[in-house]
């Protein structure tokens, strides 16, 4: 009995593992641009000042996230009426589509004005399929009836998500360090074509999964034409759970994206350290992510989702002023003691609000809401980088205050869920 356990939790891991691998490359594409900031903007944009050019090269960044909500409600509706995997795969091909032409895109010095306007186009394409893949991939293990603990094959899921960060930071430091210096403005080009070949990897490692999952859900979509307008009901039957999930999910999101993303940024620029041993840390603390969302996520199956968010985030505003203590040091041990700790803190969050986003919603508004709400609090949170490199422009310790500020948002939307008993989510309804 014991080995029939083992095959069977096998199984149910090997799934997850291959749904989950198409974020690694929606991720992985994803968060090249920001990793690459500094010389995007220098070979995209006409101007003599290096800040400027990482500010413009930001706010393309927050580009796609504007097109995330549009992607959202896309995605979602096709989620919930043609199937979630559908949905799910056509985003994937839109993000390495777009990725592995942005690696041939010629600079500013080469088409003028036309450059930064087809990377915009090319931003936008990403940021609508970026709308609907992640909140997908939720739906698709949140309602899986084989999988009992939620959070921790939700972990699991978000674990191999970011492994797309993980490969990104790792990808990006073998070519800068491989390729020689002189081919510096070449090395993120590089980056983003390995992204097209990560897709064509996954359609053929997945193939028959997706020839038999779309034959189950063509069956579905015909059993369940009744609900035309799913976002008519989403807005007059769950307003405060769809209002709810957009901040949740714009908080989580930020924090996410000022650790892992911005933070390359600055260091280099405030700490004048290196790029290279920068994307080391940010290698290891991603690393250890990905050990501990599984751990966390099950966690919240024994005490419950907002529960743990909610301790999670209390915990992390008290510690903010030794974190940043540590950051700001410029001792390159106590950044990573300090990065350490708030990545600790930051899984804890993010494990435990992650399958919220699907939770609260019924099954048969699920993909809409969780998709639509997702890419509308992801769209909130692109802006992160672009307003962190502002605030810290001006004084280097403002960085704190942005992060308290999105902390205490937080807290007031699991406080409603943890003791509001109508409201509160501890398990799914599967049925």
């Known amino acids: 009995m014991e080995v029939l356990e083992v095959v069977v939790l096998q199984k149910k891991v ?17 968060c090249l641009f920001g990793y690459f900031a ?6 995209f944009f006409s101007t003599q000042s290096k800040f400027v050019s990482i500010l413009l090269a930001f706010a393309t960044f927050a580009i796609g996230f504007l097109a995330r909500p549009i992607g959202g409600f896309i995605f979602g509706w096709l989620g919930d009426k043609i199937g979630r995997y559908y949905s799910m795969n056509l985003s994937i091909i839109m993000m390495g589509g777009a990725t592995f032409l942005v690696s041939f ?19 936008i394409i990403q940021g609508l399929s970026a709308g609907g893949q992640f909140s997908s991939l939720i739906v698709v293990t949140s309602e899986d009836k084989n999988l009992k603990n939620t959070g921790f094959y939700t972990g699991i899921a978000l674990s191999v998500s970011v492994l797309g960060f993980l490969l990104a930071s790792a990808v990006s430091y073998i070519v800068m360090n491989i390729l020689p210096q002189e081919w510096i403005h070449y090395t993120w080009r590089v980056c983003f074509a390995i992204g097209g070949l990560l897709l064509v990897f996954y359609f053929c490692s997945i193939y028959d999964e997706i020839k038999a999952s779309s034959l189950i859900e063509k069956k579905e979509s015909r059993e369940t034409k009744e609900n035309k307008n799913t976002f008519k009901e989403l807005w007059l039957k769950h307003k405060f759970k769809f209002t709810v999930s957009v901040f949740l999910s714009g908080v989580v999101c930020i924090i996410f994206y000022l650790d892992f993303v911005y933070f390359i940024t600055f260091f280099t620029r405030h700490s004048h350290i290196s790029q290279d041993r920068i994307l080391i840390l940010n290698t290891v603390v991603l690393a250890i992510a990905c050990t501990l969302y599984p751990i966390f996520g099950y966690v919240s199956d024994k005490i419950g989702r907002a529960k743990l968010a909610m301790y999670g985030i209390v ?15 410029n001792n390159i041990s106590s950044i990573y003691i300090g990065m350490l700790v708030m990545t600790v803190l930051i899984c804890i969050i993010q494990s435990a609000a992650t399958p919220i986003f699907s939770e609260i919603f019924p099954k048969k508004v699920r993909s809409s809401g969780c998709c639509a709400s997702y890419g509308l609090g992801a769209a909130i949170s692109g802006f992160a980088p672009m307003v962190a490199t502002e605030v810290t422009h001006h004084n280097v310790h403002n960085i ?32």
Request: positive net charge; hydrophobic residues 55%.
């Open 400 to 431: 704190v205050y942005l992060f308290a500020i999105t902390l205490v948002v937080g807290l007031l939307c699991v406080i409603p869920i943890v003791y509001d008993n109508r409201k509160q989510i501890t398990t799914l309804d599967k049925l």
């Open 14 to 30: 090997s799934k997850i593992l291959k749904n989950s691998f198409g974020n690694v490359i929606e991720w992985y594409d994803f």
């Open 38 to 43: 500094s010389v995007i903007g220098t070979s």
């Open 315 to 329: 915990i992390h505003i008290l510690l903010l002023p030794f974190i940043f203590k540590l950051i700001l040091s």
């Open 105 to 123: 895109l010629p600079s500013y010095h080469s088409i003028g004005i036309w450059a930064p306007i087809l990377l915009v186009i090319i931003r």
